[in-house]
């Protein structure tokens, strides 16, 4: 079993950069798709960005391309998210997906994410001035 640990949220004005930090202990990453998810109330978990493990293949949201860069180092995962509006603030999630999930395309992985079972706590992000 994997634990995740997300870290890096915080209230930050309109604008502004935020970098979040993933890790993982228990069981290696290195065979796996990561993604990160977020939830705001009243709304449904959204994959933001995946990223896969063979050829570090990424998706992201159309709401975050060109601001949100994910990537990932042996068991971390990251996001730097740059020009944060209103609309980003949620908790922020970090997944692992094995099986299917990483023998596919990231995408699928940020397109699904009721069937993902390794998840962190979350973290808040909060974009407010």
């Known amino acids: 079993q994997v634990q995740l640990v997300e870290s890096g949220g915080g209230l930050v004005q309109p604008g502004g950069s935020l970098k979040l930090s993933c890790v993982a202990s228990?069981?290696?990453?290195?065979?796996?798709?990561l993604g990160w998810f977020r939830q705001s109330p009243g709304k449904e978990r959204e994959g933001v960005s995946c990223?896969?493990?063979?050829?570090?293949s990424t998706y992201y949201a159309d709401s975050v391309k060109e601001r949100f860069t994910v990537s990932r180092a042996q068991n971390t995962l990251y996001l730097q998210m740059n020009s944060l509006k209103p609309e980003d603030t949620a908790v922020y999630y970090c997944?692992?997906?094995?099986?299917?999930?990483?023998?596919?395309?990231?995408?699928?992985?940020?397109?699904?994410?009721?069937?993902?079972?390794?998840w962190g706590q979350g973290t808040q992000v909060t974009v407010s001035s």
């Open positions: 990223i896969g493990s063979s050829n570090g």
């Open positions: 997944a692992a997906g094995w099986g299917i999930f990483a023998r596919a395309t990231p995408q699928l992985m940020c397109h699904m994410p009721e069937r993902l079972e390794n």
């Open positions: 228990g069981k290696t990453l290195a065979d796996s798709t």
